[in-house]
């Protein structure tokens, strides 16, 4: 049985997990319900977010639904990719009637500077924001106004909503003000522990997953990068295909497939030897440009690998992004293969839950 560190009251969350940590993963599908390839909910078609290209390819929603409070911290009514926090609170309500899970990440702006998350110009900014500094209390109320969205989230008895909390993602990158080229191991774990007193001591939010997810580039420096087991229910890793120059499609999908297995062996290690459970938090093969990757690719990468879920990153309903998507909607060239993979049983949607 896995060893739940923090939070007592995440309605089942982590032992339906831990289920599927033994026979078959759950997936997710990063902002499914807010908007697909061409259409978005808040053009007033679908404000009951029935629509959703993974529903459109197979018949069932994803069993999690991936959405990004980043913005949420500068008192935006809308995220950095456009969806209203409203609507946003809307399709986390309805997933969860439905009988799905939530996973929350967070792409803020860095305090510091102004810019974005991508802004690791600075390497002040995260002791900064620890208790003593100049931003620290500018920060409380960053995470006060997350605290309040997440509050919101209330069943139709009143009861909170569990979510899966994942922030402060791919800090062994260096691409984020979080990561590891702007503050040291001892800043990042102090920041995740400031966090989580803030957000569990004294704002009283018990049902929330901790859920930490490296990149799976530099994860040697995972293990002095990560709060403690007392911090953490679940442990991550993103990990996404890339085609190298000049590699032929089938390189490329050989060289996921074993990077995958690799990354999971390692990520099996540390999660195991902690008693947490482990998932594939983001991956996906931007544009899918490959036809048979749901059962050829990521199935072969990530079976019997121990992960209860596997999230792939967000369809983008804009016009300059129209390659900039990760599951395949209706006529894609992967979306046969995708049916195929749902129906032959070798992931959980929905109504497998
Ligand atoms: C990134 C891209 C960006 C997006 C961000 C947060 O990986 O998809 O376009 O703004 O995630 O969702």
């Known amino acids: 049985m896995f060893m739940t560190a923090c939070t007592a009251g995440t309605d089942g969350i982590l032992e339906r997990l831990a289920e599927a940590a033994g026979t078959v993963p759950f997936y997710g599908h990063q902002d499914d319900l807010m908007y697909g390839h061409g259409w978005n909910a808040a053009d007033g078609l679908d404000r009951q977010m029935e629509r959703s290209d993974v529903k459109d390819v197979c018949g069932l929603y994803p069993a999690i639904l991936g959405l990004d409070l980043g913005h949420i911290e500068l008192g935006d009514s ?51 924001i620890l208790p003593d500094g100049d931003l620290h209390d500018k920060f409380r109320v960053w995470t006060d106004r997350v605290c309040d969205w997440i509050e919101s989230l209330k069943d139709e008895d009143g009861r909170q909503i569990p979510v899966i909390w994942r922030p402060f993602h791919e800090h062994t990158g260096g691409w984020f003000w979080w990561g590891s080229d702007c503050c040291t191991p001892e800043e990042y774990n102090a920041l995740w522990r400031m966090s989580h007193e803030q957000m569990v001591n004294e704002r009283g939010l018990r049902d929330l997953v901790w859920a930490i997810s490296p990149s799976s580039s530099n994860r040697e420096l995972f293990a002095e990068r990560y709060p403690g087991d007392g911090y953490v229910d679940l442990v991550g890793v993103d990990h996404y295909a890339y085609t190298a120059p000049g590699q032929s499609r089938e390189e490329a999908d050989e060289a996921f497939v074993s990077s995958t297995r690799e990354v999971l062996a390692w990520l099996k290690e540390f999660a195991s030897s902690r008693g947490k459970p482990y998932a594939l938090t983001e991956t996906g093969l931007e544009g899918l440009n490959s036809p048979e990757w749901w059962s050829g690719v990521l199935q072969k990468a990530i079976e019997n690998s121990g992960i209860c879920y596997v999230l792939t990153w967000r369809n983008s309903s804009r016009e300059d992004q129209r390659n900039h998507f990760y599951a395949p909607f209706p006529g894609q060239e992967s979306a046969e293969d995708f049916r195929k993979w749902v129906n032959e049983g070798k992931i959980k949607m929905l109504d497998r839950i």
């Open 78 to 128: 809308c995220n950095l990719d456009g969806n209203s926090f409203a609507l946003m609170a809307e399709a986390a309500r309805l997933h969860h009637a439905r009988g799905g899970m939530i996973s929350l990440s967070w792409h803020l702006d860095n305090p510091a500077t102004g810019g974005s998350s991508w802004d690791a110009s600075d390497s002040s900014v995260v002791r900064r």
